[in-house]
Protein backbone atom coordinates (compact mmCIF):
# COMPACT_ATOMS: atom_id res chain seq x y z
CA UNK A 1 0.00 0.00 0.00
CA UNK A 2 1.31 3.54 -0.62
CA UNK A 3 2.30 6.37 1.42
CA UNK A 4 0.44 9.54 2.02
CA UNK A 5 2.37 12.01 1.46
CA UNK A 6 3.14 14.34 4.33
CA UNK A 7 1.10 17.51 4.76
CA UNK A 8 2.92 20.58 3.82
CA UNK A 9 3.60 23.38 6.42
CA UNK A 10 3.25 26.77 4.54
CA UNK A 11 5.53 28.56 7.56
CA UNK A 12 8.17 25.53 7.24
CA UNK A 13 7.42 24.81 10.51
CA UNK A 14 6.53 21.15 11.66
CA UNK A 15 6.17 19.26 14.97
CA UNK A 16 7.95 15.92 14.63
CA UNK A 17 7.46 12.76 16.44
CA UNK A 18 10.51 9.73 16.31
CA UNK A 19 9.44 6.50 18.25
CA UNK A 20 11.96 3.67 18.86
CA UNK A 21 11.43 0.72 16.24
CA UNK A 22 9.23 -1.76 18.20
CA UNK A 23 8.24 0.88 21.14
CA UNK A 24 11.89 0.07 21.96
CA UNK A 25 13.83 2.70 24.29
CA UNK A 26 16.19 4.67 22.42
CA UNK A 27 18.33 6.16 25.64
CA UNK A 28 19.91 4.14 27.30
CA UNK A 29 21.86 6.59 29.71
CA UNK A 30 22.13 10.39 29.85
CA UNK A 31 25.34 10.37 27.31
CA UNK A 32 22.48 8.77 24.95
CA UNK A 33 20.69 12.02 25.61
CA UNK A 34 23.73 14.20 25.13
CA UNK A 35 24.80 12.68 21.81
CA UNK A 36 21.08 13.54 20.32
CA UNK A 37 21.01 16.66 21.14
CA UNK A 38 24.68 17.72 19.60
CA UNK A 39 23.60 15.86 16.80
CA UNK A 40 20.71 18.01 16.53
CA UNK A 41 22.98 21.23 16.88
CA UNK A 42 24.94 20.19 14.45
CA UNK A 43 22.37 20.08 11.88
CA UNK A 44 20.87 23.04 13.05
CA UNK A 45 24.03 24.80 12.83
CA UNK A 46 24.21 23.77 9.51
CA UNK A 47 21.50 26.34 7.95
CA UNK A 48 19.09 23.25 7.69
CA UNK A 49 16.75 24.01 10.23
CA UNK A 50 15.54 25.96 13.68
CA UNK A 51 14.70 24.48 16.77
CA UNK A 52 11.92 25.98 18.65
CA UNK A 53 11.59 23.00 21.16
CA UNK A 54 12.12 19.28 22.15
CA UNK A 55 11.49 16.45 24.31
CA UNK A 56 13.24 13.29 24.63
CA UNK A 57 11.45 10.86 26.42
CA UNK A 58 12.90 6.81 26.52
CA UNK A 59 11.31 5.54 23.47
CA UNK A 60 10.06 8.26 21.61
CA UNK A 61 11.24 12.01 20.71
CA UNK A 62 9.21 15.18 20.34
CA UNK A 63 10.74 18.40 18.13
CA UNK A 64 9.31 21.26 16.79
CA UNK A 65 11.68 22.97 14.09
CA UNK A 66 11.19 24.67 10.74
CA UNK A 67 13.35 23.58 7.69
CA UNK A 68 15.34 26.19 6.15
CA UNK A 69 18.25 25.38 3.74
CA UNK A 70 16.95 21.69 3.19
CA UNK A 71 13.51 20.07 3.49
CA UNK A 72 12.17 17.81 6.05
CA UNK A 73 12.58 14.65 5.02
CA UNK A 74 16.28 15.01 4.74
CA UNK A 75 16.87 17.03 8.01
CA UNK A 76 15.05 13.57 9.38
CA UNK A 77 17.37 11.17 7.73
CA UNK A 78 20.38 13.01 8.90
CA UNK A 79 19.41 13.08 12.14
CA UNK A 80 17.82 9.55 11.99
CA UNK A 81 21.04 8.17 10.52
CA UNK A 82 23.50 9.89 12.73
CA UNK A 83 22.55 9.15 15.63
CA UNK A 84 21.54 5.47 14.45
CA UNK A 85 25.17 4.91 13.69
CA UNK A 86 26.19 6.33 16.99
CA UNK A 87 24.16 4.10 19.40
CA UNK A 88 25.08 0.71 17.00
CA UNK A 89 28.41 1.46 17.55
CA UNK A 90 27.87 1.80 21.55
CA UNK A 91 25.80 -0.99 22.27
CA UNK A 92 27.48 -3.63 19.50
CA UNK A 93 23.75 -3.97 17.65
CA UNK A 94 23.05 -4.12 13.76
CA UNK A 95 19.48 -2.46 12.58
CA UNK A 96 17.20 -0.13 12.74
CA UNK A 97 16.38 2.18 16.17
CA UNK A 98 13.90 4.58 14.95
CA UNK A 99 10.73 3.38 13.13
CA UNK A 100 10.71 3.56 9.77
CA UNK A 101 8.80 6.61 9.13
CA UNK A 102 8.70 9.44 11.77
CA UNK A 103 5.31 11.52 12.23
CA UNK A 104 4.83 15.10 11.58
CA UNK A 105 2.00 17.43 11.26
CA UNK A 106 2.75 21.09 9.87
CA UNK A 107 2.48 24.35 12.55
CA UNK A 108 0.80 27.48 10.79
CA UNK A 109 -0.86 29.56 13.37
CA UNK A 110 0.90 30.97 16.41
CA UNK A 111 -1.92 29.90 18.73
CA UNK A 112 -0.96 26.12 17.24
CA UNK A 113 2.83 26.85 17.89
CA UNK A 114 2.18 27.71 21.44
CA UNK A 115 0.12 24.99 22.13
CA UNK A 116 1.98 22.35 20.33
CA UNK A 117 5.08 23.24 22.80
CA UNK A 118 3.09 23.16 25.80
CA UNK A 119 2.02 19.59 24.59
CA UNK A 120 5.51 18.65 24.05
CA UNK A 121 6.70 20.22 27.81
CA UNK A 122 3.70 18.64 29.45
CA UNK A 123 4.29 15.13 28.24
CA UNK A 124 7.14 14.14 31.21
CA UNK A 125 4.24 15.56 33.37
CA UNK A 126 1.63 13.00 31.92
CA UNK A 127 4.07 10.69 32.22
CA UNK A 128 4.12 11.02 35.50
CA UNK A 129 8.15 11.77 35.53
CA UNK A 130 8.22 15.08 36.75
CA UNK A 131 5.48 17.60 38.54
CA UNK A 132 6.13 20.41 36.82
CA UNK A 133 7.73 20.80 32.91
CA UNK A 134 10.41 22.90 34.19
CA UNK A 135 11.86 20.10 36.32
CA UNK A 136 12.21 17.78 33.62
CA UNK A 137 15.92 17.89 32.45
CA UNK A 138 15.79 16.66 28.39
CA UNK A 139 13.65 19.43 27.27
CA UNK A 140 13.45 22.67 25.69
CA UNK A 141 11.21 24.04 28.70
CA UNK A 142 14.05 25.59 31.31
CA UNK A 143 15.77 27.31 28.34
CA UNK A 144 12.26 29.03 27.57
CA UNK A 145 12.67 30.13 31.67
CA UNK A 146 15.71 31.41 31.38
CA UNK A 147 15.21 33.34 28.44
CA UNK A 148 17.16 31.61 26.30
CA UNK A 149 19.26 28.94 25.80
CA UNK A 150 22.78 28.60 27.21
CA UNK A 151 23.91 25.89 24.78
CA UNK A 152 22.45 27.49 20.97
CA UNK A 153 20.36 24.98 20.28
CA UNK A 154 17.10 26.07 21.00
CA UNK A 155 15.54 29.20 18.83
CA UNK A 156 13.48 30.86 22.37
CA UNK A 157 13.23 34.84 21.48
CA UNK A 158 11.04 33.58 18.62
CA UNK A 159 8.61 31.89 20.48
CA UNK A 160 8.45 34.23 23.46
CA UNK A 161 8.35 37.58 20.98
CA UNK A 162 5.01 35.96 19.52
CA UNK A 163 3.81 36.62 23.46
CA UNK A 164 5.16 39.82 24.30
CA UNK A 165 7.86 42.34 22.89
CA UNK A 166 9.34 42.71 26.20
CA UNK A 167 11.55 39.73 27.48
CA UNK A 168 10.74 39.59 31.27
CA UNK A 169 7.11 39.47 30.90
CA UNK A 170 7.30 37.09 27.98
CA UNK A 171 9.02 34.70 29.73
CA UNK A 172 6.18 35.46 32.60
CA UNK A 173 3.83 34.69 30.32
CA UNK A 174 5.14 31.43 28.47
CA UNK A 175 5.59 30.07 32.06
CA UNK A 176 1.89 30.87 33.09
CA UNK A 177 0.44 29.19 29.38
CA UNK A 178 2.66 26.19 30.56
CA UNK A 179 0.45 25.39 33.67
CA UNK A 180 -2.69 26.32 32.12
CA UNK A 181 -4.93 23.30 32.53
CA UNK A 182 -5.59 21.98 28.98
CA UNK A 183 -6.69 19.11 26.77
CA UNK A 184 -3.49 19.14 24.27
CA UNK A 185 -3.65 16.23 21.80
CA UNK A 186 -1.70 16.54 18.86
CA UNK A 187 -0.70 14.22 15.87
CA UNK A 188 -3.47 11.91 17.29
CA UNK A 189 -0.51 10.49 19.47
CA UNK A 190 -1.74 9.59 23.01
CA UNK A 191 0.79 7.88 24.99
CA UNK A 192 0.07 4.41 26.30
CA UNK A 193 -0.39 3.84 29.96
CA UNK A 194 1.83 2.18 31.57
CA UNK A 195 1.61 -0.48 33.19
CA UNK A 196 2.75 -0.68 36.86
CA UNK A 197 5.80 -3.16 38.39
CA UNK A 198 2.93 -5.41 39.80
CA UNK A 199 0.96 -5.50 36.42
CA UNK A 200 3.89 -6.71 33.94
CA UNK A 201 5.10 -8.50 36.83
CA UNK A 202 1.24 -10.93 36.61
CA UNK A 203 1.60 -10.33 32.67
CA UNK A 204 5.07 -12.34 32.90
CA UNK A 205 4.04 -14.84 35.20
CA UNK A 206 1.38 -15.42 32.96
CA UNK A 207 3.39 -15.89 29.82
CA UNK A 208 5.60 -18.44 32.31
CA UNK A 209 2.26 -20.31 32.90
CA UNK A 210 2.16 -19.25 36.83
CA UNK A 211 5.84 -20.03 37.23
CA UNK A 212 7.85 -17.97 39.18
CA UNK A 213 9.41 -14.86 37.66
CA UNK A 214 12.93 -16.17 39.06
CA UNK A 215 12.75 -18.39 36.94
CA UNK A 216 14.05 -16.38 33.56
CA UNK A 217 17.29 -16.47 35.22
CA UNK A 218 18.29 -20.01 35.14
CA UNK A 219 16.36 -20.65 31.76
CA UNK A 220 17.93 -21.75 28.62
CA UNK A 221 19.01 -18.71 26.79
CA UNK A 222 17.29 -19.25 23.70
CA UNK A 223 13.80 -19.72 25.86
CA UNK A 224 14.83 -16.86 27.99
CA UNK A 225 15.36 -14.66 24.72
CA UNK A 226 11.91 -15.93 23.38
CA UNK A 227 10.32 -14.69 26.37
CA UNK A 228 11.63 -11.50 26.41
CA UNK A 229 10.72 -10.33 23.30
CA UNK A 230 7.27 -11.36 24.00
CA UNK A 231 7.57 -9.17 27.45
CA UNK A 232 9.00 -6.30 25.15
CA UNK A 233 5.86 -6.17 22.82
CA UNK A 234 3.72 -5.82 25.71
CA UNK A 235 1.70 -2.31 25.55
CA UNK A 236 3.09 0.28 28.75
CA UNK A 237 6.12 -0.93 29.37
CA UNK A 238 9.98 -0.21 28.80
CA UNK A 239 12.97 -2.33 28.71
CA UNK A 240 14.31 -0.47 31.67
CA UNK A 241 11.24 -1.38 33.99
CA UNK A 242 11.18 -5.25 32.70
CA UNK A 243 14.81 -5.18 33.68
CA UNK A 244 13.91 -4.10 37.43
CA UNK A 245 11.00 -6.78 37.66
CA UNK A 246 13.14 -9.66 36.21
CA UNK A 247 16.53 -8.98 37.60
CA UNK A 248 17.90 -9.25 34.46
CA UNK A 249 20.54 -6.82 33.01
CA UNK A 250 19.32 -3.82 30.46
CA UNK A 251 21.91 -5.36 28.01
CA UNK A 252 20.57 -8.41 28.15
CA UNK A 253 16.93 -6.96 27.74
CA UNK A 254 17.89 -5.13 25.15
CA UNK A 255 19.90 -7.46 22.99
CA UNK A 256 17.20 -10.07 23.34
Not at 208 to 233: F, V
Not at 242 to 250: F, S
Request: charged share 25%.
Amino acid sequence: MARCAREKSVSGIYHIMMRGINRQDIFLDEDDRCRFLEIIKRVQESGSCSIYGYCLMNNHIHLLLQEKEEELSIIMKRIGTSYAWRYNKKYDRVGHVFQNRFQSEPVDTEAYLLGVLRYIHNNPVKAKLVAKPEDYQWSSCQAYYQGQDSSGLVNTPFVLSILNGNGEAAIKQFADFMHQENADQFMDFKAKQRKSDDDLAQAIKELLNGQPIELLQTMDIAMRNKIIREIKELEGVTQRQIARVTGIHQSIIFKA
